[in-house]
């Protein structure tokens, strides 16, 4: 592709609204641009990108066994308000109406619609397994779209979904998919991770994120540093034993602790440490109130709250709701005299001895406080949010933090929408079951950016070899000169030949402009034509290395061929 006849419109400044580094460079560097908050139009370059990424989505997917199909957008109500999503999805679902008053929804997923089809076309087990996907424009109202493709409102989405007549036909499938996704991810070159995640609105049991190490990702995960355990930080089990002091048990005491309500005052001024304190937080598991224990250095992880009562919904109680439940202040809670209610408290606290709690009473705690003696917990559970340090819950290595960015998700969703949708098959004997089901989604404009996010440096993006928009950039520095364009036609014309996509910069611009534009656009390998033109030799310099050689043009097909393999 001759440079003058597509569109790149490269940028020289960093775009003000950019915030991180794919989306700064993907904009300067002439991949996408912004048509609204959290929509954007994808140029030739990364249109070209997207393609691979996509035939490696496809690739992996049918040698998985799965079928490609292409649903609608544009999803009528019905199907929504089977399921129930309609009423619980929230304003992230974009709704309107057509000129009939009839309801829609712009597709965020399509989980309903893939449902109602199968629902329809398949009756029997004999029919079973049957996994379907497709890559497709999704929609989600963010309320704050954010880091260009990686927090978007229209973003493109590859989504298969498994129907199954039994568990171990998922299993099976989720495993293929499982591993489908990692050769996927290992193909774009990318340093991810496999972690235990939360299925949250989606509903089932087990699931997996995919999730690309990335100091701005906005998801923490928890892994091992000695081997593959990962999970994202809320899913993250604790296997700890804590071992209780000997000390003597000393006599329960009030005492005042006048404007003293984190656990940092109190701990400060009575002279003891956080991890000798109780941290006491009223929950609302659905319509149920739950005191929840964990030790003062140790935060209350609400997921894990919410699996245990297998609530649709935990939240942190109003201090309305805290003063008419217990009677007091949220800075003052205490399991103490607490009857009216159910408390739970995590593992670590059960080992704690004469230590700290609120007194159900403001500006006062209770100190010298011993769980079983001067309360009673009705289960003691994994509560709290892993750490740092901590031993991993596969007993090897101990826990360490990451940022990552999630690019995939596989769900187990068992028969959460085949039995709302009334998405049955008759089995072997004659009867009527529901579809056991499985979702799995990778973000392919996500993706991208991921790629963009890992692969750079400060004169722009460095594409892997698979991925990069071009295979080569030709560029003539003066095409005015004779030597220089007559070499210059001729290579393009025997890369092309040689089945390389070249990208070919025959544009009239400064030689400075035309090396900036392709360190900035990122292609793995570039070819200058220069002063040497006569003599037939040409530079090479290799992206991602910087290397830089002289190769005459008879060498030069075995020297790319050298460089592009090593890459």
Request: aromatic residues 8%.
């Amino acid at each position: 592709m001759r440079q003058s006849m597509t569109l790149i419109p490269t940028l020289r400044e960093i775009p003000s609204d950019a915030e991180v580094k794919s989306h700064q460079l993907l904009l300067r560097a002439g991949f996408i641009r912004q048509n609204a908050s959290g929509v954007y139009s994808y140029l030739p370059l990364a249109q070209k990108v997207l393609r691979k990424i996509e035939n490696i989505v496809r690739e992996e997917m049918n040698n998985a066994g799965a079928v490609e199909l292409l649903m609608p957008a544009l999803q009528q109500a019905e199907f929504w308000q089977e399921s129930g999503r309609w009423y619980t999805y929230g304003p992230e679902l974009m709704r309107l109406k057509d000129r009939h008053d009839r309801e829609f929804a712009l597709g965020a997923t399509h989980e309903e619609v893939i449902t109602s089809l199968v629902r329809d076309e398949v009756k029997s087990y004999k029919r079973l397994p049957l996994t379907l996907y497709q890559i497709q424009t999704k929609f989600r109202d963010e309320k704050r779209p954010r880091f260009g493709l990686l927090r978007g409102r229209e973003f493109i989405m590859k989504d298969a979904y498994s129907f199954h007549s039994n568990p171990e036909s998922l299993d099976d499938v989720y495993n293929k998919m499982y591993q489908a996704y990692s050769n996927v991810f290992s193909r774009c070159q990318l340093d991810f991770r496999a972690v235990i995640a939360d299925s949250g609105a989606m509903g089932g049991k087990d699931t997996h994120e995919f999730m690309v190490l990335s100091e701005i990702g906005e998801d923490t995960i928890a892994y091992s540093n000695s081997s593959d355990f990962a999970a994202n930080i809320e899913m993250a089990p604790v296997q700890m034993i804590y071992e209780k002091s000997n000390e003597e048990l000393k006599a329960l005491e009030k005492v005042e602790t006048i404007n003293k309500k984190t656990i940092e005052e109190v701990a400060s001024f009575l002279k003891t440490s956080a991890n000798k304190c109780i941290k006491s937080l009223l929950f609302k598991a659905d319509d149920q109130f739950i005191l929840v224990l964990v030790r003062g250095d140790h935060e209350v992880n609400d997921i894990k709250l919410k699996n245990i009562y297998e609530a649709s919904s935990v939240e942190l109680a109003s201090p309305e709701e805290t003063k008419a439940v217990l009677g007091c202040e949220i800075g003052s809670l205490g399991p103490i005299g607490a009857s009216n209610i159910v408390v739970i408290a995590d593992h670590a606290v059960e080992a704690i001895v004469n230590g700290v709690c609120g007194a159900n009473e403001e500006h006062f705690h209770y100190i010298n406080v011993n769980p079983n003696r001067d309360f009673q917990v009705s289960q003691y559970a994994d509560l709290r949010f892993i750490q740092e340090g901590d031993p991993s819950p596969d007993g090897k290595g101990q826990i360490v933090f990451a940022k990552g960015i999630e690019v995939g998700h596989v769900f187990k969703l068992g028969t959460r929408y085949s039995e709302a949708m009334n998405a049955t098959y008759l089995d072997e004997n004659g009867r009527t079951q529901p579809m056991i089901m499985g979702c799995y989604g990778i973000g392919v404009s996500r993706t991208l950016a991921a790629v963009a996010e890992q692969f750079n440096d400060e004169n722009g993006l460095i594409w892997p070899v698979n991925l990069a928009p071009f295979d080569l950039h030709l560029i003539a520095v003066n095409m005015k000169d004779q030597d220089q364009s007559a070499l210059a036609e001729e290579l393009y014309e025997l890369l092309k030949q040689n089945r390389y996509d070249v990208l070919f910069d025959e544009r009239q611009e400064r030689p400075g402009v035309k090396f900036a534009d392709s360190d900035l656009i990122g292609l793995p390998v570039r070819i200058t034509i220069g002063k040497k033109a006569a003599e037939g030799i040409v530079e090479l310099k290799t992206r991602k290395t910087g290397e830089v050689q002289e190769v005459h043009k008879e060498e030069l097909l075995n020297t790319i061929s050298k460089i592009v393999t090593n890459l």
